[in-house]
């Protein structure tokens, strides 16, 4: 699961050589157009931490959520309370692993679609 997280991050022009840990988020920025893009990846630990998740759609940046080594119950509860908030601030979201999930605010469209569909096609499809 480790590999797509990483692939996706590659193919989003971001890197990294650790592994996310439980409760820390990590911030990167991006140039779009004119304007610098903060993408915020998390792993949360308790169901408390998704009103700053939502908050961070809320000012504008996308949100990588893994929710890897959480319970299927509290994994259910983040992804329904992101969802709702994404869904009523007019953004999109995308499950882009098993466990890992994509919200992103008004503006910043998700292209999943064709990675997805190279994936189950082409097990290396970046080089």
Partial sequence: ???????????????????????????WNMEYGQEQIQVVVTKPTSFSETEEMATRIKEGSPVIVNLEGLSLHLSQRIVDYMSGATYILDGDMQKIGECIFLFTPRGINIGMEEFMSQEKTDPFPFG
Avoid: K, T
Avoid at 2 to 27: K, M, T
């Fill in 1 to 27: 699961m480790a590999n797509l997280f990483q692939r996706i991050l590659y193919s989003l022009g971001f890197g990294r050589d650790e592994q996310l840990q439980e409760g820390e988020v990590y911030q």
